[in-house]
């Protein structure tokens, strides 16, 4: 067989392959009209999910997980696109790796709007400006997004997924090899991740280091300067056509950022597998053992809980918390409803959703 014979069986396969996304969408229209009639929510992430663990279970490969789940993560996007076209606020600028957490759940056909705050994307979803949000809640090493904490507590607004992405660096620059770079660009977090990739290749030339406040502002002005370089996501050195010199230079490949997308009104159906975040203001009292005996409750009713993180009440004069509080399982859980029976006062969940590990 000839190349030219083997492109035109791929040619024959990718029209077939059209015509069933084709078909596939038209059958998301109706879907799209159904719910439109009911007024029912397009996003359902437990169902995405159900699907691509369907599609995992049958594949005899070559394709890979990773690469099932993204195609099928592009043809969700594309699918609610179809049934009504969304817009989605994430914390910018353009090229930051929430523009990438954001893209890679809602592809690319949706409509973005980049803002320059977290304070900010809450409001856009608040106001229902967008239909949803896309903000980082932790890094694993670096830890928990306070302000990202502090917003879910005063804002109403409800957690419809979480997504977990690996947080890779590159150095891009139009220098041919490092000897040629006299200024690095980056933020003071990359700076701090990539320092053992720093030592190693600019231990005799040291270049000066210059903070700014984003990784994407670093590519931009690498992309200005050739005798620059900058530390900074790939989709952002992709953005200003800056060519990447090294790849995955972070000291530690297991950084990974979690974010949450956020909508004003959202409610998963249970999917079998899932979180729950809530926040927690439990009476405030000198009275002993007020949280001990609220976790308590928690293991009495086999509640996995994966993190608690305590935070002060703002204006308090006193050393009073509230608490930051996500456990495995559903709201709707016998289990977890005994909880609410007890503490129900005190508590407001935040969001059930699908767990991603
Ligand atoms: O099943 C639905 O509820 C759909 O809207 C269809 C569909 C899909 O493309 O399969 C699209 C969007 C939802 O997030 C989940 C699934």
């Known amino acids: 067989m000839t190349l030219e014979d083997v492109r035109q069986e791929i040619d024959k396969l990718d029209d077939t392959l059209l015509e069933l996304l084709n078909q596939r969408m038209n059958w998301v229209h109706k879907v799209g009209e159904i719910k439109n009639k009911t007024k029912a929510v397009i996003y359902r992430p437990e169902r995405e999910k159900q699907i691509i663990e369907r599609l995992f279970e049958q594949n005899k490969g070559p394709l890979n997980k990773d690469a099932i789940e993204a195609i099928f993560l592009e043809i969700f996007a594309a699918a609610r696109n179809i049934e009504l076209p969304e817009r989605i606020a ?3 600028p353009e090229g930051s790796f929430t523009h990438q957490a954001a893209e890679s759940r809602f592809g690319a056909m949706s409509e973005y709007v980049t803002l320059p705050t977290i304070k900010a994307v809450f409001e856009a979803v608040e106001t229902e400006r967008v239909r949803f949000g896309v903000i980082p809640i932790e890094n694993n090493q670096e830890g928990i997004v306070y302000e990202t904490v502090d917003l879910l507590n005063e804002t ?14 590159t150095m891009a620059t139009e220098a041919e090899n490092p000897s040629k770079i006299k200024r690095i660009y980056s933020k003071d977090i990359a700076f701090r991740q990539c320092r053992g990739f720093l030592n190693k290749y600019f231990e005799q030339t040291h270049p000066e280091e210059i903070q700014v406040e984003s990784t994407s502002k670093a ?13 900074c996501s790939e989709i952002a050195a992709k953005l200003f056509r800056l060519p990447v010199l090294f790849k995955n230079i ?8 979690r974010f949450f997308i956020i909508s004003k009104t959202f409610e998963n159906q249970p999917s079998g597998n899932d979180k729950t975040t809530l926040v927690a203001r439990l009476p405030k009292t000198d009275e002993s053992g007020v949280l001990a005996n609220f976790l308590m409750d928690f293991k009495e009713q086999n509640i996995n809980l994966t993190k608690i993180e305590s935070r002060p009440y703002k204006g308090d004069e006193d050393f009073n918390f ?14 977890f409803q005994e909880i609410l029976n007890k503490h129900g006062d005190y508590i407001k969940v935040l969001g059930s959703y699908v767990r991603n590990a």
């Open 219 to 231: 590519a931009k002005l690498a992309a200005e300067d050739p005798e620059a370089a900058a530390i």
């Open 322 to 335: 509230w608490f930051f509080v996500e456990l495995l399982g559903y709201h709707k859980d016998e289990k």
């Open 90 to 92: 994430y914390l910018g």
């Open 250 to 257: 972070e000291d530690n490949s297991n950084n990974r950022t």
């Open 156 to 169: 109403q607004v409800n957690i419809a997924a979480e997504l977990k992405i690996p947080v890779h660096f």
